[in-house]
């Protein structure tokens, strides 16, 4: 199982070297569409084998890497990791079938998503310090370049600022790692990266606050957090589809994988302190967000707040620091990944075929392409957390477990889901509805444009798939992920 | 004895080029030889490194330390020899060049033969005076001329300041060797110690003292400016960390000095490349923020902090080699003068070396899995052991400040739109394609594996 582990991992990578190696359209896209697959059965084989009740971390390789500074090859999975691991190998798959007709630079679009796939399953299973910084920041350059290739107009902005706030967000988790290791090192004699060893120490408050400040700046900025979240809306409206999808579905997971991994065992009585100012931004995050979705022309900026708001919620059930909120938040991350995948293909696919995100330009599509209007529709539901869906148990959950201790906070962030609805409905109408009054043109345009293509509907159906099973049988994956619950909540 | 053989076959080596090129003018054939040579006792001096081979007598102190440190150099020195033949070709420089850039290396490696201030002085000017005739060897060019004659006047001020610290300190303590003394409170030892940092702080391009430094890099031909960027660098370095240990720690709160000199030249140098047009006048003003961050490094003295700054001096010449060695390439086509608009969908036009280009601008930004990372990550870690919390966080900030510019140069390599739509793809010999794949490699490497270099640097910085 272990190689398991480290097979799904490196594949992509080794693909990723095929790829650019062969310079074949053909063969890229059938390498990266079976390797992506292979990676997605292994993560479903290790999630159906996944002990719910086990105490430590399953699946895992320990390999002497820089033994001169206690670095390990150390690669392990909990039950956050391995739900996130699925999701990531999930969406990716997704991601090299939804792009297969891509044509600029094909070869090259398929290596970055390759490289990228690795650095993400890499930060969910890495279990030493400095094998999760390099996975962490190794995403940033692919994600560069596939904004800034194949981005929208403003792509090189977008890029840019994506980089900046990745990096400046990065550069103080480097800084948190740094004091970390070095207290280790005067309390214990030795240099370690090994995440084990630093979860048996117990900081002392004040340098809890310190790291707990230095990792919560690099966090904050990948979830993304209200104030620094602004790189977001931009990276999402210039990226491509794909990018897009992976932004959304899996780069944000990593920050609030972060908080879950890394802040709360690592500092818990840091964590508790700063309860109010998680909250008060998380709340500000979700209420914030989600007005500003609300007054959105663009569909994507619209998605793209949307996420935030529902990653505010994310962060809300985290600090909530109870068993069910924490299995909440890491519900969400899950739901959220799938549900703002759909909306983002759902975006894609409109511009594939209308070239334009603004809703001025767009309007009456339901009735011309059915299928798409039903799968939209869907989508839609999962991601304001309709019953049947997973975003239901998620938002469920973490109003429950923050509502016993922090009623007034729960109220409120539940009031900030309520315009989730609005925000959604009020697009779908726009963009899908009113063919009353659409020009005679448009409908003429409109009859001649063809609706989803099988590589449009395989994903589509495979992550609603997901969030409809995750909704209907939640006790199963609610079980897999509390199993990290109730370690880190054995901690406080 | 066995210590001295790298440099005896340096020494050699230029004597039988001088002659070789009386007899036979051939730039192949002087480079090949100059690279051979080079090559041959850079890995002899690791392997005697390695061996643990020392010599201590007369006046030199070569430990297992210094010993890796020429196999650096003269390693890094016959790549670049190797890569920048066909460049001199082209532009018709004079054959000397070649062993130019290998008394420069000799030169560094003497210097750091030795804790005596008189063959340490010896070695610097050696080095120094080959670096300035190695900046103006281009004919027929103002530019070049001019550059070498501003590095000249201020170099020799470097070295003025370095007799001028070397009177006062051997008149504060009797010695000629940079080895731990006792002196309290000692005016004269404190100027020392100013003026022997001073004039490294000089060379090393650091700032207030780095207005030579775009002139010079920008003014040389392009080879020349990945030698002299980059190869020195590690010995003076070297030098400084002698200093660091044995001077510095005498006096109260020297440390500051080496700290703001250092966050000065990293902001200075930072903010500045943003307004440069030119990449290689860019990349000049990088290495003086990298000079900053280095400073910064050794301001602290303990072993987690040197080591690390060690090993990312040792790597970011790799990475700037590479850069400067890839603008070397480039500017063999016709009409290329390194503005930034030439640099315009250079990846259509060139993908390797856009690429290769690319990846050592990230590397020097300290994206992981280059090696100037772990440097970056090493450099925290000593600020954090010496509580230097105010310098790390300055340190975050010139490095943010930093990926500006290099990302603007990438900007226009990969994401800009040619200026004229015909096709004009750029030519790369298989010679050139090897000598940046050298570079490129070995900044990957020592990033994934590390402990390579820095378990020997670990061992053999702190005995002998």
Redesign the interface.
């Known amino acids: 199982m272990a190689s398991l582990l480290n097979i799904a991992i490196f594949l992509p990578l080794v693909g990723a070297f095929v790829v650019s190696l062969f310079r074949n359209e053909w063969l890229t896209k059938v390498v990266s569409i079976v390797l992506s697959g292979v990676v997605f059965v292994i993560s479903l084989i290790l999630l159906f084998n996944f002990d719910p009740n086990a105490h430590q971390f399953l699946y895992r390789t320990t390999v002497p890497w820089i033994s001169s500074l206690g670095i390990n090859y150390d690669v392990g999975l909990d039950g956050l990791g391995v739900s996130l691991f699925t999701l990531t190998a999930l969406i990716f798959f997704t991601v090299f079938i939804w792009a297969i007709k891509v044509k600029e630079k094909p070869n090259l679009f398929y290596a970055l998503f390759l490289i990228l796939e690795t650095t993400c399953l890499g930060t969910f299973s890495a279990l030493d310090l400095f094998l999760f910084y390099l996975f962490w920041e190794g995403m940033l350059v692919p994600m560069y370049f596939i904004i800034g290739f194949w981005g929208h107009d403003r792509k090189v902005y977008a890029a840019n600022k994506f980089f900046i706030y990745t990096f400046f967000g990065s550069l103080f988790l480097l800084l948190g790692l740094a004091t970390m290791i070095v207290y280790g090192y005067f309390i214990s004699g030795h240099i370690s990266f090994e995440y084990d060893f630093h979860k048996h120490i117990a900081y002392p408050l004040w340098l809890q606050i310190i790291l707990f400040v230095l990792f919560g700046i690099g966090f904050a900025v990948k979830v993304p957090m209200w104030p620094v979240h602004t790189w977001l809306p931009d990276a999402h409206v210039e990226a491509p589809t794909a990018g897009s999808v992976v932004l959304a579905g899996v780069l944000l997971k990593m920050g609030t994988f972060g908080f879950v991994r890394y802040s709360l065992p690592l500092f818990p009585q840091a964590s508790k302190i700063f309860i109010p100012v998680m909250f008060l931004l998380s709340v500000i995050a979700i209420i914030y967000a989600a007005m500003m979705a609300i007054s959105q022309t663009n569909i994507k900026k619209l998605i793209a707040y949307s996420s935030i708001s529902h990653m505010g919620m994310v962060t809300l059930g985290t600090f909530a620091l109870s068993i069910s909120a924490l299995n909440g938040a890491s519900y969400m991350m899950i739901a959220h990944g799938l549900s703002s995948a759909a909306l983002f293909y759902a975006a894609g696919f409109i511009y594939d075929r209308f070239h334009s995100y603004e809703m001025s330009d767009l309007g009456g599509i339901a009735k011309y392409l059915p299928n798409f209007a039903i799968l939209f529709m869907i989508s839609g539901l999962a991601s304001i957390g309709l019953p049947g869906f997973s975003g239901f148990v998620s938002e469920f959950l973490i109003l429950l477990g923050t509502f016993k201790y922090f009623p007034i906070w729960a109220i409120v962030a539940g009031v900030g889901m309520v315009l989730g609805a609005a925000y959604f409905l009020y697009m779908y109408k726009n963009v899908m509805l009113e063919s009353a009054s659409l020009p005679e043109s448009k409908i003429q345009k409109l009859q001649h444009t063809m609706d989803l293509e099988i590589h449009h509907i395989i994903p589509f159906v495979l992550i609603l798939f997901g969030a409809f099973i995750m909704g209907i049988m939640p006790y199963n994956f609610v079980n897999i992920i509390s199993q990290t619950s109730k370690i880190i909540m054995g901690s406080f | 004895m066995k210590a001295l053989y790298p440099d005896i076959i340096v020494i050699v080596g230029i004597i039988a080029l001088i002659l070789i090129e009386l007899v036979l003018p051939s730039f192949d054939l002087i480079g090949f030889l100059g690279f051979l040579i080079s090559l041959v006792s850079g890995f002899l001096a690791i392997k005697y490194s390695l061996e643990g081979y020392t010599f201590s007598k007369w006046l030199l102190d070569i430990s297992a330390f210094s010993l890796l440190l020429k196999g650096i150099i003269y390693i890094l020195s016959a790549f670049v020899i190797f890569t920048s033949v066909s460049f001199f070709k082209s532009k018709k420089t004079f054959l000397e060049n070649v062993y130019t850039f290998l008394l420069i290396a000799l030169g560094l490696s003497i210097m750091i033969s030795s804790k005596n201030l008189v063959v340490i002085l010896s070695g610097l000017e050696l080095a120094s005076i080959s670096m300035y005739i190695a900046v103006g060897m281009l004919k027929d060019d103002y530019v070049s001329k001019e550059a070498s004659f501003k590095y000249l006047v201020l170099g020799s001020m470097a070295t003025a300041f370095f007799g001028l610290g070397s009177a006062f300190y051997i008149g504060a303590t009797s010695h000629l060797d940079i080895i731990s003394v006792s002196v309290n409170h000692n005016t004269a030892f404190a100027l020392a110690s100013l003026f022997l940092f001073v004039a490294f702080a000089l060379k090393v391009s650091a700032a207030p003292f780095h207005f030579w430094t775009p002139d010079a890099y920008e003014g040389a031909p392009t080879s020349t400016t990945a030698f002299i960027s980059t190869v020195p660098k590690i010995g003076f370095y070297a030098v400084i960390f002698l200093l660091a240990s044995y001077v510095f720690p005498i006096i109260n709160n020297f440390s500051y000095i080496v700290g703001i000199v250092g966050v000065l030249s990293m902001f200075w140098g930072n903010l500045v490349a943003y307004a440069q047009n030119s990449a290689k006048r860019m990349l000049a003003y990088s290495s003086i923020g990298h000079a900053g961050y280095f400073l910064i490094g050794f301001s602290k003295y303990n072993v ?1 902090s040197v080591s690390s700054t060690m090993f990312y001096v040792i790597v970011y010449a790799f990475a700037t080699a590479g850069a400067f060695l890839v603008l070397s390439i480039l500017e063999k086509n016709e009409n290329w003068t390194h503005d930034m608009n030439n640099y315009k969908a250079l990846y259509k036009k060139n993908p390797f070396l856009a690429t290769a280009l690319g990846l050592f601008l ?1 590397a020097l ?1 300290g ?3 280059f090696a100037t ?1 772990v440097g ?2 090493g450099i ?2 000593g ?3 010496s509580n230097a919390w105010f310098f ?2 300055l340190f ?1 900030i010139g ?2 400040i930093a ?2 510019y290099y ?1 603007k140069l990438i ?1 226009y390599m ?2 800009k739109e040619p200026v004229t739509e015909e096709d004009q793809s750029l030519p790369l010999s298989l010679f050139d394609t090897i000598g940046v794949s050298v570079f490129l490699i070995s900044v990957f490497f020592f990033g994934v ?3 390579v270099l ?2 020997i640097i ?1 061992k053999d910085m702190f005995h002998g």
Do not use: E, R, T, Y
């Open positions: 987690l990230f930004i994206i992981p899995p990372f970056k990550l925290f870690l600020l954090v052991n790390a966080i975050i490095s943010i990926a500006g990302l900007v990969f994401f594996f590390p402990n820095f378990d670990l």
